[in-house]
């Protein structure tokens, strides 16, 4: 029997944060909403796994913007203290280069003030500058970048043109970071804040000096238990408010019928209806397998797939015997030519020679992650999205061979303490989560325009077809992709209003 369209419920395709968010919000608003995740757990590339009693995050290790999250809770009439434990990281990273400098990133003036002296004296205004920049980018990059509706002309217009000036449209990262900071440390440190979103700081806009202003003034969380606690408290609350959370079930088609989505296929065969169909999935591969062809076509899909795509990781999860009383929660272990890494990465498209090595130990903070004695650690190298040019299957156990080696030049020899060790590649991230080229954030932001080319949150082609999530405004990073989740929302609920008949309107 088919229901009327008014009791069907949302169809979320896929439990990311994103789905997760949007649910919440719509749930919240009195909309009846069904998630379909193809996986057994919900939360999308924010995961976790356990070997021989330790626990990695697998995804995400570093959240900012605290306030995106509680804000999210307030929506639903929540606090947000009252599902997950937020609790401040300090020193937000610790830094190490190649000549034996190490620098702790910090909130705390006196201490970063204390290490910028010891470093280059002069850059102690430079580097106050280069926040109060960030601050400003914030200001004036936000209402319309991040934090309302996809940017269009009008909301552009409200945008005074003396403050377009002050972003600094036609620089890029480096060349602002250049102008403000002579250390070549500092310069590393801040460049760095690009890779947050997948791009290249030497080819992306100065916009993304956003970024910094959000950790290194907003601060870095860590949610007591780990970064999967946020999905977990996220499916408690959506289930509390009446979200219906299908997992184990792949979605393998969108249905659509004269122009407009109207349910789903699942891969069992069978159909489930929908009033609006919302795809948590990365949008080109909406457009690659989901989306039957006469929509789907060779042009539109080809105008996504052109596209260059931001990074992808190569993650390896390693159990280790012994504890590093040098190393912090967050750490970064920094490449002598940091431009050659992302020619590596965007230009040859192969995994960098010398990479920079990021390492998490959750377990510093959540002894129970570990055995006692070892920790946990979770080390990301960026990586090119998959490519012709480098073949994972059969050139992964070198390239482990590259990090290890790294990591002992910076003293930590690991291999004989090694205890479990687990690898995920760039192909593991596109089968898993259905990353398109396993891209962990989308197309790339590498160039100015591409927050305006990014595929809009309402289907171009398909009426009552929405996308949120990460290949979407307002881009990819746990935050964001909470924020898309509102943004959506927001969207699904006026486009409602419009299509329903007006309360007086004759039948
Ligand atoms: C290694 C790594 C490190 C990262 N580090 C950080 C970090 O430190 N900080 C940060 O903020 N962000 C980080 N990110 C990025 C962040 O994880 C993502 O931007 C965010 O989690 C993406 O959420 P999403 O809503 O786009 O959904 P996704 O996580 O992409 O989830 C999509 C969901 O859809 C499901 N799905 C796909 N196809 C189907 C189908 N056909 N049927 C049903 N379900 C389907 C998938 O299984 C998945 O659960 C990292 C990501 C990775 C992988």
Not at 149 to 173: C, E, Y
Request: with cysteine; glycine share 8%.
């Amino acid at each position: 029997m088919q229901n009327s369209s008014s009791t069907l419920p949302i169809i979320i395709i896929g439990a990311g944060i994103g789905g997760l968010s949007a649910a919440i919000r719509l749930a919240s608003a009195g909309r009846r909403v069904l998630m379909l995740e193809q996986n057994p757990q919900v939360g999308g590339k924010m995961s976790q796994f356990c070997a021989a009693g330790f626990r990695w995050d697998t995804g995400p290790s570093v959240i900012t913007m605290r306030h995106v999250f509680a804000e999210l809770f307030a929506a639903a009439g929540r606090h947000i203290e009252d599902y997950l434990t937020l609790i401040p990281v300090e020193p937000l990273t610790r830094y190490f280069y190649q000549d034996g400098t190490v620098l702790d990133a910090s909130r705390n003036w006196p201490t970063m003030a204390a290490q910028i002296e010891h470093i280059e004296p002069r850059d102690i205004e430079g580097y106050l500058r280069f926040l109060a920049y960030a601050a400003r980018l914030h200001r004036i990059t936000g209402p319309a970048f991040i934090y309302d509706q996809p940017p269009s002309l009008r909301s552009l217009a409200r945008v005074p043109p003396w403050d377009v000036l002050k972003i600094d449209p036609w620089l890029t990262l480096n060349q602002v970071i250049q102008r403000h900071v002579r250390s070549p440390h500092l310069r590393q440190l801040l460049q760095r804040f690009a890779t947050y979103v997948g791009a290249d700081p030497f080819q992306a806009p100065a916009t993304l000096g956003v970024i910094a202003h959000v950790e290194l003034t907003g601060g870095v969380w860590y949610p007591q238990g780990g970064i999967y606690a946020i999905a977990i408290a996220l499916a408690r609350l959506a289930t509390e408010l009446g979200v219906e959370i299908r997992t184990n079930c792949p979605v393998q088609q969108i249905v659509v019928k004269n122009s407009q989505a109207t349910g789903v296929r699942l891969t069992d065969g069978r159909t489930l209806d929908a009033s609006t169909v919302i795809a948590n999935v990365d949008v080109t591969t909406v457009y690659q397998q989901l989306l039957p062809p006469e929509i789907a076509t060779t042009p539109r899909r080809q105008q996504l797939t052109a596209r260059e795509t931001s990074c992808s990781g190569y993650v390896m999860l390693l159990g280790i015997e012994g504890d590093h009383p040098r190393l912090a929660h967050h750490n970064i272990f920094f490449a002598s030519d940091y431009q050659r890494e992302f020619t590596d990465i965007f230009q040859q498209g192969i995994p960098p020679n010398d990479p920079t090595i990021y390492v998490a130990i959750t377990s510093k903070s959540d002894p129970d992650h570990a055995p006692p004695g070892c920790e946990n650690w979770f080390v990301l190298v960026n990586a090119p999205a998959v490519g012709a040019n480098f073949d994972w299957a059969t050139q992964e156990a070198d390239y482990r061979q590259r990090i290890f080696a790294t990591l002992k030049r910076f003293g930590f020899d690991l291999q004989p303490r090694l205890r479990s060790q687990t690898i995920l590649t760039p192909v593991d991230l596109a089968e898993r989560t259905g990353a398109w080229r396993g891209a962990l954030y989308g197309i790339s932001s590498n160039q100015a325009l591409n927050a305006f080319r990014r595929p809009h949150n309402r289907s171009a082609h398909v009426r009552r077809l929405y996308f949120v999530g990460g290949t979407t405004h307002p881009g990819g990073g746990v935050p964001m992709v909470t924020l898309s989740g509102k943004v959506v929302a927001e969207m699904v609920l006026a486009d409602s209003k419009v299509m329903l008949p007006a309360p007086n309107a004759p039948p």
